[in-house]
Nanobody
Framework: ELRMVESGGGLVQPGDALRLSCVVS????????MSWVRQAPGKGREWVST????????DYADSVKGRFTISRDNAKNTLYLRMNNLKPEDTAVYYC??????????RGQGTQVTVSS
């Protein structure tokens, strides 16, 4: 059974940092490009970042470029998202997904990130 378990979210102040993790199981993680998406209250899902299967190619939404860093550890079946200089507009539930499935409903429960002073 394919599983994705996100963690690392929380309530932080503007300018703070967080690192999200996503532990996956049930498929060969190292063979798949992976992405982070997010959904803010009352809004649709938004793509955040993508990393290729080997970790040497990344891409970011303009809204997070220069502040967020995606990475992966294929030995640990884990995807990461380092988020620096967080802004209130980053408030959302964050999900990891296979890149090819990023238009589909997320498989995991997500992790809530709230940025507020």
């Amino acid at each position: 059974e394919l599983r994705m378990v996100e963690s690392g979210g929380g309530l932080v102040q503007p300018g703070d940092a967080l690192r999200l993790s996503c532990v996956v199981s049930g498929f060969t993680f190292s063979s798949w490009d992976m992405s982070w998406v997010r959904q803010a209250p009352g809004k649709g899902r938004e793509w955040v970042s993508t990393i290729n299967w080997s970790g040497d190619t990344t891409d970011y939404a303009d809204s997070v470029k220069g502040r967020f860093t995606i990475s992966r550890d294929n030995a640990k079946n884990t995807l990461y998202l380092r988020m620096n200089n967080l802004k209130p507009e980053d408030t959302a539930v964050y999900y990891c997904t296979k890149t090819v499935e990023r238009q589909l409903p997320p498989r995991g429960q997500g992790t809530q990130v709230t940025v507020s002073s």
